[in-house]
């Protein structure tokens, strides 16, 4: 059973698929009926009926050509139900090519009746009785006719509203296709494909019709107008399965399956006399236009022509409701559109007809405004020319009411305003949204915003351009300011309401591009955190939880730019705890706020220096003079300083320590595998060797910090590096009041040099000076004193014990001639760039033969004698750089 069960819907799937497939549109023009209904002594043309009731009195016509050869006999044959045949006298005829019956039929709907059919036969022998006898013996198949009759005539009207509409806008102003297109589609309930919109103009209205049959949505008030009935279990199984994605009709009306079902039924009647062929009808006042898929036969088997009025049903009114229920209206815009949905038979019939919009006026009058359903607007339009503000209230409740069918309709409620002038304002987030040289959009907001007819960009010029705008509730509206072509400065809006002579004025800022704010790092306790973006010189102030942090220079860091902000209010800032959210307030220069959400970061580490100590090298010149500042490191020895843990409070080991010259130009890293050593959980000692750590040219103050999970501590002073000269020889003559010659390397390390503390009697040495002898004043006691170039501000000494001091040789003139110049005074350049001539305080001092190979001299500091053996140049020898 199963297994042929199976087979049995593929098999009706397949003849389901082919139906449609096969099926012919509904494209031969048929006969026309008039048909009108009397209900309580009402007439409507059959456009305005969506529904018979038992008493109802109908007028059916055959609107013929005057030349119709073929005669037709026109049969009305009331229905009552799938199992109960129809008694005799429920059939009507009437001879349409007899003028005794040119007036056509005027019957009553019986008690009981549920469907009505009008049949167009050929006339031929027995006619009348072929047609009872075949409603009579299938009483079923003819109520599931009427009824996918009307449910593929209804859905048809709305296809052919949908696709005339598309066509005419298509061919009469394609652009407004993106904005009609859409409220077609809500209204009527079509499937609405966007992706055509993003075509070209003159390619969306074809795309927007493709696939027509599978346009037409469900619709539940469609379906219960027609109220689809059937007790055949095989035509059941079709119809499910003509509902399936297999068969392509999905989540669709059942247009396309009524189609499939009427083919068959009206096959299954198919006699040697009569075939019949089902005739869709197109309502146009009184008038059944019938649309045929198949031409018809006057030969055997003769086509009779099928057609169902609406059904007799209790009325089913449309549940039609406002698109947006807050949605405020201007009651002073002439062409009013009431956005509805919810009943596309409003839209696509003459059902609702009659309709107004009614209003309650100050005085309790109630005042009607015809209204129109369009669905290219997407709602009900009302013509608000004639009204009178002053007769209502600024705010006016109105509601839709009329007729569905002959059945009073009460629709849904709208909220109306009358205008008035408005103080409108940006939105808060758009208060610095302006960017001069681009589009913008802004929201403005006031009170009432439904009234808005127009609004106009007013140039610094004095120049206006129209602003795109659309409202976005009842009390704001989205505005497109076109400013690709205006500077930063100030602007207007004219914003000109319905009913309004002048227009309100808003007033504007537009300002340059911003940059753009990252984050800013605040770690609790500091008084300094770091701003991280772009264009941060245009940052005045950063504000959080009411603490003032203000910039200080700007640096770039890695092409990120980055500004420090320091707070001045060391109270306020200790209250901020860690992990606390805040939003910031950034500042700009030119007036602007932006917002920046802050937390504020853990503790960074902290640390306390210990103690230091210095272990000199062969390399670090000690051996001439003796620092006098404990906090001065030679370049070249090392240094070992030791640390304790305050933040956190242990140490964790996998701390580093950062020593970097004080602007940052040589940094080096010390790690527990190299140069970091923990003493314990709280203390640490860090080693430096700075012949290995910095560069020969490495000089200045230097600076440590701890870095723990890759969070910097503050930078704390270590010590000043400084590099030294190295002194090989001191020759002086015996007068005490004549200088001395100083030989060595690295002269230029010396800023000054002086023979008393005060450096009374100085010599300056001039800026990068590449010679390797100084003119220097002579010693008093054997004692010089040095500033050096990388620390001038202390004062050093240089020990020479009397009886060490070697003679100066006598000159010659021919020495004196080549002689070097001695400085004692800042030096001038001479002709020759490669010699620096000095300003001598007294005459040049030469020597008239080479040095001794070998020449000893005898320096002393505080540590103690120290005897160096160097070979010297010849003191006649040119200094050149």
Known sequence: MASWLRVYCLVILAVSVSAYADSAPFDLAGPTLEVKVIHAGKMLPISEV?????????????????????????????LRGATNPPPHNWFYASQTWNHKDSAGLRITVPKGAQQVLVFLAPETNGDFKAIVDAVRGQPGAFVRASQDLNQATLDRSRLKVYLAAIRSIGQTDPEQLTTASPLLARSLAIKFNPECLQKIPELQASCLMQGRDSLILNDGHSTSIVEALSSASVVDLAQQISSTRQADYGYYSPYISSAVDIAHIMDAFRTAQY???????????????????????????????????????????????????????????????????????AFATGYAHDMVLRLKGKNGKIVDLPVKADAEKGGFIANTAGLSPSNFGDVLDGSLHGYWGFEAYNGPEFRLENARPQHWQLSDDDQQALIAGRDDVVHLETENAACVDSI????????????????TGPNQVAVTIPLKKVKPGTLKLLVKQYGSKEPDTVQLQSFAQAGHL?????????????????????????????????????????????????????????????GANSKAKVALKDGRELNLDVTVASPRPKVTLIGKSVQSSASSGLENIQLADQDELPQGAQLTFSIHAQIPAAFSGEEKVDVSTVHGAYLTTLTPASGLTLADSQVALATL??????????????????????I???????????????????????????????????????????NDAHFDHSTQVPEGFPGYTLS?????????????????????????????????????????????????????????????????SSPPLTTSGPASAAATT?????????????????PSTPVNP
């Open 50 to 78: 969506p529904n018979l009731s038992v008493g109802d009195q109908l007028s059916i016509k055959a609107d013929l050509p005057d030349g119709q050869s073929a005669h037709y006999l026109m049969v009305a044959a009331f």
């Open 275 to 345: 075939q019949y062929i089902p005739a869709l009808a197109s309502e146009q006042n009184d008038q059944l236009s019938l649309e045929l898929n198949a031409p018809p036969s006057f030969h055997n088997p003769k086509s009779v022509l099928v057609i169902a009025l609406p059904a007799v049903e209790a009325p089913q009114l449309p549940p039609l409701h406002p698109v947006d229920p807050k949605e405020v209206y201007c009651a002073e815009k002439t062409e009013l559109v009431l956005p509805a949905e919810g009943a596309p038979l």
């Open 456 to 471: 106009l960009l007013k140039k610094p010029t004095g120049e206006t351009v129209k602003a795109d705008w659309k409202s």
């Open 518 to 578: 990252d984050s800013f790092t605040l770690h609790a306790g500091d008084l300094t955190g770091v701003l991280k973006g772009s264009q941060l010189d245009a940052v005045k102030e950063l504000t959080l939880n009411g603490i003032s942090f203000k910039p200080a220079p700007l640096t770039d860091v890695d092409n990120d730019e980055e500004l420090t902000l320091a707070a001045a209010d060391i109270k306020a800032v200790a209250g901020l705890m860690e």
């Open 689 to 710: 060797n700075t012949s290995k750590a910095f560069a020969g040219s490495a000089s200045g103050p230097l600076r440590f910090r701890i870095v723990e999970q890759r």
């Open 712 to 754: 910097a501590g503050d930078w704390q002073p270590l010590a000043t590096l400084v590099r030294l000269p190295v002194f090989n020889n001191l020759k002086c003559p015996d007068a005490p009041d004549q200088p001395c010659n100083l030989t060595g390397t690295n002269l230029f390390l010396i800023d000054a040099i002086a």
């Open 776 to 840: 220097v004043p002579h010693p008093i006691d054997g004692q010089l004193y040095v500033k050096l170039h990388d620390d001038p501000s202390v004062v050093n000494s240089v020990a020479f014990p009397q009886e060490a001091l070697a003679p100066l040789p006598i000159a010659t003139p021919a020495a004196a001639s080549a002689a070097p110049a001695i400085l004692s005074k800042p030096a001038t350049q001479s002709s020759n760039p490669s010699t620096i001539v000095a300003q001598p």
């Open 858 to 874: 005898t320096m002393t500091t505080t540590k103690g004698l120290v005897t160096t053996a160097s070979p010297l140049a010849s």
